[in-house]
């Protein structure tokens, strides 16, 4: 999720009664899909500049970008009025290498809300073992509102321009501006939705679009895996539609219980803890990075950096564009070392801080830096918050928010105000808020479903997973005890990939409710001599770092 973000995320919310069927499943006020029957998916050749982003992107795994093909998918705005307006979904199906028929098509989402799941498809495909590849069709899908469907979503692109004001600590000059901001951001928002999309952009509309999906694809049944986000969203199909679903995968656990104030809670607390370890991997390889030799001299450093950005950013520009790093750039980008063990991110940050250290600006601004001027795609954002904040109904009171951060910044400052401010247009927010799915309740609950979940997850916390795993009866949970990755199927374990595929290829589940796998080890720096190779000198590359985290 992106700040559950990340990949985010009421307090006082529980989820509201539904009925026990799985139609009433998805609320009072919700339509499931059965009133329309979509096209068949007409597949062909992707548009060059598509096909370029997968060959840059995935094709040094396998060569994804000769074989993956394109649709586009009609389907109602309103699916209560479904001869209605319509709005057309990207798809991308990356086909089976195996002779005969496949043995059935994956859907997949990357999660968000707000991720293109277009890009998602040929990747999972490319990381996916030679058995799977040869087995499964990949279906990948930006969902409404984002990446190539139509419309669309952008609300402001000079949003992420840099240097923003500073998050704060909840002080009045700081809640003054911010409020401000994203009271803008949440109009702008609105008077750029041209057909009213923004009231039809819950959950239960994705969950809808996935069954049409399904028909288009001529399929009785859906296979499925879903990341971060894409977890709550497949539980909330094999919600609603629990005799669709033949096998469900899912990878970094929504708490259902939780959507999506209080999830944004949890995260505070578990990124903050993260980044403490990751300061203390930074010390440990201080003859690399000079930043200290304890975890609260490199703390220490980092919080002091914070303060001097915000006197004062630091500015360089590459190729005739200025970028500029401010405590909030940087905070933003060293957020994602809590998302994932990995060499290139946490070498890649450390370098960089290392390199401000030096007095090397344009390494210091390559890697935490955002353009100062011009526009930029603000339609992740736009669509995480166009999903959240109607979900359900988010507090009102600003000073329930005021409260409830301030108590928790207190001991966990890191990423607490930037959260705050991430989501803060939720209370601004246009559109009506909906009543959340009551995630597991229904009859006939496909009880096969396999969960994959790290018990150190900043983005999705450990007990929002079992709350989960109760809630989906049935279900197996794959357990990485320790690991600090959001998201862990294709992410370096052989073990957890052996159940991914023995589920997929065989049927063939853990025996027990729950089972352990070992964690990875923590990266080791490459040597000094290449130590700002991974963060770059030339041109900004926070974009690429972080690329490979946000699911």
């Not at 919310?13 to 339509?31: E, I, K, N, Y």
């Not at 500029?324 to 070392?337: F, H, R, S, Y």
Request: proline residues 6%; hydrophobic residues 35%; glycine residues 10%.
């Amino acid at each position: 999720m992106k700040r559950i973000v990340v990949v985010a995320a009421v307090a006082g919310l529980g989820l509201t009664g539904v009925g026990a069927t799985s139609a009433q499943a998805a609320g009072p006020s919700a339509r499931t899909a059965g009133g329309f029957n979509p096209a068949a998916a007409k597949w062909h050749a992707c548009p060059t500049d598509f096909v370029q982003t997968v060959h840059d992107l995935y094709d040094g795994l396998y060569p994804v970008s000769k074989i993956v093909q394109c649709a586009e998918l009609q389907v109602p705005l309103d699916y209560a009025k479904p001869h209605g307006t319509k709005i057309t979904l990207q798809l991308t199906r990356t086909p089976h290498t195996g002779k005969g028929a496949a043995k059935g098509d994956i859907i997949v989402n990357p999660g968000g809300p707000g991720g293109g799941g277009a890009l998602f498809g040929p990747r999972v495909f490319a990381q996916n073992s030679a058995p799977m590849r040869d087995a499964y069709n990949v279906i990948g899908f930006d969902p409404r509102g984002v990446g190539m469907s139509v419309p669309a979503i952008r609300c402001d692109p000079t949003w992420s321009n840099g240097p923003r004001p500073d998050y704060g600590t909840g002080d009045p000059k700081s809640v003054g501006i911010w409020l401000k901001k994203s009271k803008g951001y949440a109009d702008d928002c609105a008077a750029n939705d041209r057909i009213g999309l923004l009231d039809h952009v819950k959950t239960i509309d994705s969950v809808n679009d996935i069954e049409s999906i399904r028909k288009a694809l001529g399929n009785d049944k859906i296979d499925y895996y879903g990341a971060s986000y894409g977890t709550y969203l497949g539980s909330a199909y094999a919600t609603v539609y629990p005799r669709n679903v033949d096998k469900m995968v899912l990878d970094g656990n929504v708490g259902p219980s939780d959507v999506w104030y209080d999830a944004n809670l949890a995260q505070d607390v578990a990124f903050d803890k993260n980044i403490e370890y990751y300061f203390g991997w930074i010390a440990k390889y201080d003859s690399v990075y000079h930043l200290g030799t304890t975890q609260r001299q490199v703390r220490d450093f980092f919080y002091d950096l914070r303060r001097q950005l915000k006197k004062k950013p630091v500015y360089q520009t590459f190729d005739g564009q200025e970028y500029a790093v401010g405590p909030d750039e940087l905070t933003d980008v060293i957020l994602n070392a809590g998302y994932r063990r990995s060499q290139a991110i946490w070498h890649g940050y450390a370098a960089g801080l290392a390199a401000y250290k030096a007095g090397d600006t344009a390494t210091f601004v390559g890697t935490f830096g955002a353009q100062t001027s011009g526009e930029s795609d603000d339609n992740g954002t736009a669509m995480y918050l166009a999903t959240e904040c109607t979900d359900v109904q988010w507090p009102r009171s600003w000073g329930k928010w005021w409260r409830d951060n301030t108590r928790i910044n207190r001991k966990h400052p890191f990423m607490t105000w930037s959260n705050v401010w991430f989501n803060a247009p939720c209370l601004f927010w246009g559109a009506k808020a909906g009543k959340p799915i009551n995630i597991g309740h229904t009859r006939d609950l496909p009880g096969n479903i396999l969960m994959f979940q790290s018990t150190a997850d900043a983005a999705t916390p450990y007990q929002g997973a079992l709350d989960m795993h109760r809630r989906l009866k049935g279900s197996r949970l794959v357990v990485q005890d320790g690991d600090r990755t959001h998201c862990i199927v294709h992410r370096g374990s052989a073990e957890v990939d052996a159940y991914f595929d023995a589920y997929f290829l065989r049927g063939e589940r853990p025996k027990h409710r729950t089972v352990h796998v070992p964690q990875l080890g923590d990266p080791v720096p490459p040597s000094q001599a290449s130590a700002r190779t991974l963060s770059g000198t030339a041109a900004p590359n926070a974009a690429r770092l972080k690329a490979d985290v946000i699911r």
